[in-house]
C-alpha cells in the first residue's frame, strides 16, 4: 500500500500503460480519476476497479474540458500526464496538420495538464509524472513529429521542476522515458507502415535485452515516483527501455 489515502489522474488511463498504472496505483491504495477520451473503455475499467476509481472524459488538449474535470475535485497529490499518440513519418512525410495533432495531444496535452493541476497541488504539495519515450533522445527518422513531441516533455519537465521547487510547493515533476513497450499504440503505429514485420524486428533488435517492455514495468516506476518514497527526485529521466536508448 505505497500509495494509501493518495488522490490521483492518470491521463489516457483507459488503455495500454495508462491502464497498468490506474489498476496498479488502485492496488496501492490510491484513488484514481481515470481521464480519458475513450468512454467506453474508461467507463469499462473504473466498474471493474469500483469505488476506488472514477471515470472522467477528458480531452488533454481542450482547456475547457480541463477546467470541467477539475471543478469537481477537492485534492490531488499524483498527476500522470500519458495520454499520446504516435505519429509515423519523416520530415518529407508529415504535414502540418499531421505535425500539429501530434503536438496538441503529446506536448500541449502535458503542458496544459501541468498548468490546471498545480494550483490543487501546491498547497500540500504533490508529484507530477509526465510520460515521455526513449524518442524523446533518441531521434528515428521516421517519427518526426513524435521525436520533436516527447523531447519537448522532457525539457518542459525540467522547467516545472525547477519552478514548483523555487516556488517551495513541494512538488515534483518527473518523467518516464518508456522503451517500446506491448500496448495497443503499437497496433496503431504498425498499421501506418509498408512492411509491419520488419519494422516489428527491427524494434526488438533495437532494445539491447532482447524483448519488448511490459506494461507493468512502466506502472512500477510510476508508483515509485507516486509515492512518498521519490520525495527527493525533481526534474529527473527515468528511462525504463531495456536499453534502447544506449
Ligand atoms: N507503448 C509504447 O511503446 C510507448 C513507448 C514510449 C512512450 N509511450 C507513451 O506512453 C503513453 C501511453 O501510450 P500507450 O502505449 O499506453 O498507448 P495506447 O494507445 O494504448 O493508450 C493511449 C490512451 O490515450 C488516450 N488518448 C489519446 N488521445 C487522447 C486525448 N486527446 N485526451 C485524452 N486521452 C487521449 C487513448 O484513448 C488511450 O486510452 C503515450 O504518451 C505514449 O507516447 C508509449
Redesign the pocket.
Known sequence: MRLQGKHTLV?????????AMVRRFVAEGASVII????AA??QALADELGEASRFAR????SEADWQSVLRTVDRLDVVVN?????TFGSIEDVTLDQFRHEMD??AI?VFLGCKFTIPLMKAHGGSLIN?????GVRAQPDLLA?NAA?AAVIHMTKSIALHCARQGYGIRCNTI??????????D?VLAQTDDPKAVYDGWVAGHPIGR??K?EE?AAMAVYLASDESAFTTGAEFRVDGGSSL
Open positions: 491521463t489516457g488511463g483507459a488503455s495500454g500503460l495508462g491502464e481521464a480519458d477520451i475513450d473503455a474508461g477528458l480531452d488533454v488538449t500519458n495520454a499520446g499518440i504516435t495531444i503529446d496535452g510520460i515521455s519515450s526513449m524518442c513524435y516527447k522515458l518508456p522503451g517500446l513497450i506491448v500496448t495497443p499504440i503499437q496503431k519488448l517492455g506494461p512502466i
